[in-house]
């Protein structure tokens, strides 16, 4: 994994900042980063235009940014410097994917508020701007990383996520599970039973996670699991079976490929981003 020395956090005044904040502060001190960004974007054409004469006066920039750095300064326990940046723009997900570019991010943490009223600071389309990781995290998240869930479709594409892995377990000594879903080619569902035709496709797989693994020469304990899933269910059964086994955090890649499964955007990764997710997800650039 190409080391993180800057992260960013997507703050919008939210509840959710707090979680933000402190998982931030978490992660910092985990992975020896040298600085972190706090980003809120003021969208003023929001604002109604019964309040402009009442607002007219007023520097929301000032207001605003002396409200999150009293937040920050509370919150963020790490020795790690930090700032706080607030701008301007219609658009927050090119104001960050700016950001990114302009201080060389590597990590950028963002809220999960699928399941929350309102949109979130930032939207879908991240995933296809920014060049650095994404951390997307849900509201009651813990600021811990013990159990490590490692999505892989055993392609090249997925061999950054085991860097990842790697690195959070080296700096956490957390247990990492490699993960692999799989649903029945329904082509051939009709002319072989079931149970063979399982049968068959799990032997093949726990063969390619042998030579895959091999091949990335993964250092640090690694257990593995190979699920049956169901045609276009591969992301809701990872999450599903992630959180039943509390797991803490869900890492994916931005893209890859198999006969059987595929974590790319646009697909499986993109409809995990865009859950109610109970646990963070990592997805690997």
């Known amino acids: 994994m190409t080391e993180i020395k800057n992260i960013l956090v997507a703050l919008d005044l939210s509840g959710i900042d707090t979680t933000l904040i402190e998982y931030a502060s978490f992660i910092a001190e985990t992975l020896k980063v040298e600085k972190v960004y706090f ?14 004469e ?7 920039d000032e207001i605003i940014g002396d409200e999150l750095n009293e937040k920050v300064e ?11 940046l607030i701008s301007e723009d219609p658009y927050s997900e090119s104001l960050i994917n700016y950001i990114v570019n302009k201080y060389k991010i ?4 963002i809220g999960n508020k699928n399941g929350l009223k309102g949109s979130g ?9 920014l060049k650095c990781n994404i951390l997307s995290i849900p509201k009651n998240a813990k600021p811990a990383i013990s159990n490590i869930w490692a999505g892989t479709d055993f392609s090249n594409a997925s061999k950054k ?13 957390a247990q990492v599970k490699a993960v692999h879903v799989y649903s029945v080619p329904i082509q051939f569902s009709p002319y072989i039973p079931k149970e063979h035709l399982d049968l068959k496709i799990e032997n093949h797989l726990k063969e390619k ?7 990335i020469g993964y250092k640090g304990e690694l257990s593995s699991e190979i699920i049956p899933g169901r045609e276009n269910g591969v992301a809701n059964k990872l999450s599903y079976k992630a959180e039943i086994a509390k797991a803490d955090l869900l890492i994916v890649g931005d893209k890859g490929g198999n006969t059987f499964s595929s974590l790319i955007v646009g697909s499986v990764t993109e409809e995990l981003f865009n859950q109610d997710l109970e646990l963070p997800l990592w997805i690997a650039k």
């Open 39 to 52: 980003v809120h974007n003021i969208k003023k054409y929001e604002i109604s235009e019964l309040f402009e």
């Open 54 to 60: 009442q607002l007219r006066d007023i520097n929301l």
């Open 74 to 84: 509370e919150k963020f326990t790490s020795s790690v410097e930090w700032e706080v």
């Open 106 to 109: 590597q990590l950028a943490l």
């Open 121 to 129: 600071a930032v939207s879908g389309k991240l995933l296809r701007l």
């Open 161 to 173: 996520v085991f860097e990842v892995a790697k690195s959070i377990q080296k700096a956490t000594d």
């Open 209 to 215: 996670y042998n030579k895959f693994i091999k091949k």
